[in-house]
């Protein structure tokens, strides 16, 4: 009881399982959302859809760096007690990300030309939304890297339910007037509008930050960026590493085939859920530990350790009822996903700790950690060229890949036994 007791109270333990909820409550709410936009907008539109949504994804992974940025200096900065540089860090870090908004704003209306000509879309409707969504969904990213490095994950919490919830009533009611595919782009765009005010708000009821402050930030936009560049450049390797397997299976395959692996994919990529959720409490944790210079590798060994456990857990359930459960979700014409998904269950295992250890080593500004991702995404690709292209033998070979990802930045823990950043302002 005393151990229970005590790890209830630990913060760390409640922020990790607070934001395990939500992200746990976040994907049923979008996966009911997809279900919906399924059975109403139908095959044709849903693909269209679906095209759509694919290039809000593409976009986001240069984005997402913004929020470790922001999420960075707020927790650096918030370990060192020095709170009275929040507003005009805050205000350096806007003008930051407003500068990305330009250059994206700069090649809009060349995406706009060739996304609709290469997607086939008789307007150029669909496609403005969703540039405008882009632009939305920057700013958002930054004030969520604020509540995360503030450590402010109740709030985060209820800003990620309100976003979830208003996205699927928005788009119930504009299908009542007929919309279709531009019902649910018009409701994540609203929804993302909503969130981001709503997080501006609480940003500056927490923390009193002044938007008009005359202070001047010792923060420069070459360090914002020596931060940023690199944050994007391993974030985006990650992406493309775990999303790899889809890549090649679409290339190589006819669309049935695909499909089954497809929803294994779905399914089993719920393994990540556990890290995506973890990081977001690790990294600014980490920084600030860093920053007080303090021990890091306990509390990333707990982590894993903490984290795997639960991956396991939902390995073994994907195998003892992973048939029933894909029977039920997507009907019995799927049924062959099940010998996919008990493969998947076990090559995305390293990508767990992997996905830690990322974030574990640029809270700490070593960006080392992009050579093993880089190294295990090429030998996924030059493995390919030479065995047998059947769908179990590339997704062997895409978890071989994670487990040498995984191997490669264990070494540089072990390699370095005094840490020193490889980046240092």
Known sequence: ?????????????????LVLVVYFISSVLNFFFHMLMG???GPSNYGVYNSLLSILWV????LLSITSTSAKYFSYYG?????EIYSSLFRKIFQFVTILLFCEAALS???LILLKNFLKLGSYFPLLIVILTIWAQTYLFYFIGILQG???FEKYSIVSIINDTAKIAICLILFQYGLQVNAPLIAIFFSIIITSVLSLLIIKKSVGIEFKTTAVSSITFKELFMFYAPACGVVFL???LTNSDTLILKHYFDSSEVGNVAVAGVLGKNLLLFSNAIVFVLFPEISRLDAQQKDTLSVLLRTIFYCLGMAFFFTVGFFLFGDDLIKLLFGTQYLTAYKYLKIYSFTLLPYVPLQILIYYFMAKRD??????VLISFLFFLIILKTVPKTPVIILLVFGIAGIIALAGTSFLIIARKKYKPVLQQ
């Open 109 to 111: 209306p060349l995406l």
């Open 39 to 41: 059975r109403w907008l």
């Open 1 to 17: 009881m005393n151990f229970l007791s005590k790890l209830f109270y630990n913060h760390f333990f409640r922020h990790n399982t």
């Open 59 to 62: 976009a986001n992974l240069p």
């Open 150 to 152: 503030l450590k402010l």
């Open 367 to 372: 960006f080392g950690i992009s050579v093993p």
């Open 238 to 240: 990650f992406s493309i």
């Open 79 to 83: 370990s060192l007690e020095n709170t």
